[in-house]
């Protein structure tokens, strides 16, 4: 990890209308993330971890303030700006894997790559999360474990500056959950991502450089770890 900014984050808020009522998702956040960082964002749910990721990867804008990735302020960006900012630069993990059915697990990444500027090869990038035995296996012949690999395969393939990973492990046993966060960790690790992982799952933070707790849409401390623990050494 060094010390460049990559995200920068001053006095954002996120509001949204429900009916008669607002609803404040985000209240004043003022966070820093830097190059090759493992970052953890933890909160309950609704404390506004998604809305900060949806913001981050420029899937949302927020009500007031500003968010820079690097030199570009993605709070006043064109759609189209944030479109080629979503193609090229970032990589998105889902909590659900949101494969092609009717696609294999090597088809599945390969459709990335048709569209990035500088990707890995699909085969590379199932060989780095472990599947190079299964490229040729549809999702439904897959594990959950092995369909959430072949989604950051998916992900890392247009080799992203960023990874932003959404409750990656929510949806799986704590075994395969490790086996996802190791994936996770050798990925960033190898191509040196920023990676933000957001989770309402406590034991994750001690694999993380930094943990970010967001409580009610407000950051309530940030924790430094001086020693990351490996995903097989967490509590769960």
């Known amino acids: 990890m060094n010390s460049e900014v990559v995200f920068q984050m001053q006095g954002i808020t996120r509001t949204y209308e429900m009916g008669d009522v607002q609803v404040h998702a985000l209240r004043g956040i ?17 404390s506004g971890k998604s809305t900060l990721l949806n913001i981050l990867g420029g899937l949302d804008l927020p009500s007031s303030g500003k968010v820079y990735y690097k030199d570009l302020e993605l709070s006043h960006a064109s759609e189209k ?10 990589g998105f993990v889902f909590q659900f894997y949101n494969l092609i059915p009717s696609l294999t697990a090597l088809e599945n990444v390969s459709v990335v790559t048709e569209i990035a500027a500088h ?32 989604a950051i395969a998916r992900a890392i393939a247009k080799n992203p ?3 932003l990973c959404d409750e990656p492990t929510g949806a799986l046993d704590i075994q395969t959950g490790i086996t996802v966060l190791e994936t996770l960790d050798v990925v960033s690790r190898e191509l040196g991502t920023t990676t933000a992982v957001i989770t309402h ?10 943990v970010i707790y967001l409580n009610d849409g407000q950051i309530s401390k940030i924790q430094q770890n001086k020693i990351r623990k490996s995903p097989n050494e967490l509590s769960w």
């Open 30 to 46: 003022n966070l820093k993330l830097y190059a090759g960082q493992f970052a953890v964002i933890l909160g309950m749910s609704g």
């Open 81 to 90: 700006e944030l479109t080629s900012y979503r193609r090229y630069h970032v």
């Open 119 to 150: 990707p890995m090869q699909a085969s590379e990038a199932l060989e780095l999360v472990g599947l190079s035995d299964r490229m040729n296996h549809f999702p439904a012949q897959l594990s959950g474990g092995q369909q959430q690999r072949v």
């Open 161 to 163: 500056a960023v990874l």
């Open 201 to 210: 799952n406590a034991s994750i933070a001690d694999m993380a450089h930094r």
